[in-house]
């Protein structure tokens, strides 16, 4: 009898441990899932990828808005700061970062920037760092995530000119030279 | 008798295995259809894209909103059901009838069953707050059919279930405070095949 419980309550001590891991993990490995996706299309890391508007063949990311344009920099900064320069349309824009637990722990949309184009230097957690500009400078908490910008398609008619705007934007590696 | 035993903790394991992450799947799937503010039809929470979201909420926010933004930047209702309750079902029309939402741009996007976009003739996916016809007093109605319609009609799926998603970006401070009396947009089936 004493055996039994025993059983029962260690599958049950290790099913609550397998539950709260498969959702702690959830986030982290769908994040780690669209790096392969985006591997498997020859993407790499700290490169800003600009997206066609979506389409009912787009299979990117769940629950696309097709009112946007997206672009995409899966971002690493383990070994020195990135630099994101956008210029802004006069539509709703934002740039928004994720972290690579999903968190989003930064936006910026057009009419809180100060600038146009936008400069911002994307930091690794507890990184020094010297700053080349004026960027404005974002601490990321986790090694690797997402940066998104945005761009609203208020006229389909404009497209042509969005899309130019959207492929100003860039998302690269700066040389530190620490 | 080892070996007896070591069958013993991989059945144990492999059970526990099996219960966590079903379970943890089927939470992670229901919470995506429930979530905790619901006006009428409509479904959202206050922590989407925050900081503060709790592991549960994370991942589901993660299976159905992935990069969603905090609720000053946008706020994101999802409907899978109409007012009565019922699942969205692709056989069935629907017309969703409502006003303008205070917001700088909102839209609705219709989802087939997988939550991407509904392939039709027309690449037609959304409305926006721009491109609805609307009537004197400025309120509209989006006809969800796979029929044809002359205004407004919003393509839907073929087959299994399908959903909605409105999304106001800047939103006004009396509709992000204020997320449970929104007036959003009545969703109410017409008739089904």
């Known amino acids: ?178 | 008798m080892k070996r007896k035993h070591l069958f013993e903790v991989l059945g144990i394991v492999l059970v526990a295995l099996v219960i966590g992450v079903g379970s943890a799947v089927w939470v992670i799937e229901s919470l995506s259809k429930v979530q905790t503010i619901k006006d009428g039809a409509w479904t959202t929470h206050p922590l989407v894209g925050s900081v503060q979201a709790n592991m549960y909420l994370r991942a589901t926010i993660a299976r159905i909103a992935l990069f969603a933004l905090g609720r000053t930047e946008a706020l994101y209702y999802n409907a899978f059901t109409d007012e009565e309750g019922e699942p969205l079902r692709p056989e069935c029309d629907y017309i969703i009838e409502g006003g303008d939402l205070p917001a700088r741009w909102w839209s609705i996007t219709a989802y087939d069953k997988d939550h991407f976009l509904i392939p039709n003739a027309l690449n037609r996916y959304s409305y926006n707050m721009k491109n609805l016809r609307r009537d004197e007093q400025g309120r509209y109605k989006i006809y969800l059919s796979q029929t044809p319609k002359d205004l407004n009609w919003l393509p839907s799926a073929t087959e299994g279930t399908m959903s909605l998603t409105l999304r106001a970006y800047n939103p006004a401070p009396a509709l992000r405070e204020n997320m449970r009396n929104a007036s959003l947009p009545k969703i109410t089936k017409v008739d089904c095949r």
């Not at chain 1, 498969?22 to 020859?42: H, Q, Y």
């Not at chain 1, 404005?136 to 899309?163: F, M, Q, Y």
Request: glycine residues 4%.
């Open chain 1, 1 to 178: 009898m004493r055996k039994w419980l025993f059983r029962i309550l260690a599958t049950l001590a290790l099913a609550v441990a397998f539950h709260v891991l498969t959702v702690m993990a959830f986030p982290r490995a769908i994040m780690v899932a669209l790096s392969w996706k985006g591997k498997d299309l020859g993407q790499s890391s700290n490169v800003l990828y600009h997206q066609p508007r979506v389409t009912a063949e787009s299979r990117a990311v769940v629950r696309p808005s097709p009112d946007l344009l997206y672009s995409v920099c899966a971002y690493d900064v383990s070994k020195g700061p990135l630099r994101i320069s956008a210029s802004v349309p006069d539509t709703y824009w934002s740039l928004s970062f994720f972290a690579s637990n999903t968190d989003n722990f930064f936006v910026i949309n057009d009419l809180e920037v100060k600038t146009n184009p936008v400069d911002i230097l994307l930091v690794g957690p507890g990184v020094s760092y010297k700053n080349p500009g004026n960027a404005k400078v974002v601490t990321s908490p986790s090694k690797r995530g997402v940066a998104l910008i945005r761009i609203l398609i208020t006229d389909d008619n404009r497209i042509k000119e969005l899309t130019k705007i959207q492929r100003q934007a860039s998302c690269s590696p700066v040389d530190q030279g620490l």
